[in-house]
């Protein structure tokens, strides 16, 4: 599986933010997928993540009740809706692939970041 997160920028505190991962490969649809950031100087964090059908979301405690992770199994495509953004949010997000548990050392596959500004 290769994945391709969009949809980063730069925004104000409370604005909002899609992020799209585009995904390849036939076996897509029964990966857990998910979504971790990471910050200059601080470890890898996990964000959201949902179950291969889609009937499980999982949330950090930061950002519950403000993100909301979503997928389209029949477009390869899982997606992060953020919204009033904070500017702890900012950081590089990444997609990913085979999410256990919230656990970084878990996932099988990482897509490539996008950065998210929120400025204050």
């Known amino acids: 599986v290769q994945l391709q997160a969009s949809g980063g920028g730069l925004v104000q505190a409370g604005d909002s933010l899609r992020l799209s991962c585009a995904a390849s490969?036939?076996?897509?649809?029964?990966?857990?997928m998910g979504w971790f950031h990471q910050s200059p100087g601080k470890d890898r964090e996990f964000v959201a993540a949902i179950r291969w059908s889609g009937g499980s979301t999982y949330y950090a405690d930061s950002v519950k009740g403000r993100f909301t992770i979503s997928r389209d199994n029949a477009k390869n495509r899982v997606y992060l809706q953020m919204n009033s953004l904070k500017p702890e949010d900012t950081a590089v997000y990444y997609c990913a692939a085979g999410v256990v548990a919230g656990n970084p050392g878990s996932v099988d596959y990482w897509g490539k970041g996008t950065q998210v500004t929120v400025s204050s």
């Open positions: 490969g036939r076996t897509f649809s029964s990966y857990s």
